[in-house]
């Protein structure tokens, strides 16, 4: 089973050396990487630091752009889509893999989630998305989600909006089937809730669901959300 990897990336130079030793470390089919427009060098330091197996591609700004020009630019056979931020647990693919061979009726999954850095508040908040995503199959981006590449494109891909494109694309997966759980958990940056107020950070963002979920459009929330950041 060969995997492609697609990793949207902006404003992430910090990051960049450690990003590319956990993409070296997963041993994927092929390494899709793209920069939607950074200013901060993100881009040129990849592509200084960047090795073979790592391809670079350029985009427009936005997550769901990003991430379905790399996967019209993928030829695995599954394609997993990780943050910049984002660690997988150590032979991630591997599990993967072998989750689908034995589950032939799931055509995509995700895996569990913890931040790394612990708290009482901060661990609540994995655990709820995790017993969330468990009981409605609705799951967001910093799980790591993986779709067969087939199926990905046979639902056209994520929708171009510029919020909850994870959950537009989850809600339309789940009449495909439900998803695979990995519960290994992958461990997601608690950078954004430690910022800007962890208790702040969750309501925003459950408030934010909820309005997606009663019809307003994600235009929309996406300005009340970069309002609030």
Not at 20 to 25: K, V
Not at 53 to 63: A, D, N, P, V, Y
């Amino acid at each position: 089973m060969k995997f492609s990897v697609v990793v949207p990336v902006l404003d992430e130079s910090g990051i960049v050396p450690d990003l590319i030793a956990h993409l070296a470390g997963l041993d994927a089919w092929e390494t899709i990487v793209v920069d939607g427009g950074s200013t901060d060098g993100t881009r040129e330091k990849l592509s200084e630091a960047g090795p073979a197996w790592m391809i670079l591609l350029r985009s427009g700004k936005g997550r769901a752009l990003q991430m379905n020009n790399g996967a019209l630019r993928a030829s695995g056979d599954v394609l997993l889509f990780l943050h910049a931020d984002t660690r997988l647990p150590g032979g991630a693919l591997s599990t993967v893999a072998d989750a689908l061979q034995r589950n032939p009726e799931c055509r995509w999954g995700r895996f569990d989630v913890r931040f790394d850095v612990a708290g009482p508040v901060l661990n609540l908040a994995a655990h709820a998305m995790n017993l969330r995503s468990a009981w409605t199959s609705i799951c967001t981006g910093d799980q790591a989600l993986f779709v067969y590449r087939e199926d990905f494109l046979a639902i056209g891909g994520f929708a171009p909006i510029p919020l909850m494109e994870d959950i537009d694309l989850t809600r339309r997966l789940k009449r495909r089937g439900r998803p695979l759980r990995v519960r290994q958990p992958a461990v997601t940056s608690s950078r954004r809730w430690r910022t800007h107020g962890v208790c702040r950070t969750i309501g925003l963002m459950w408030g934010l669901r909820w309005l997606y979920w009663r019809g307003v459009p994600a235009a929309h929330l996406s300005s009340r959300y970069r309002g609030k950041q």
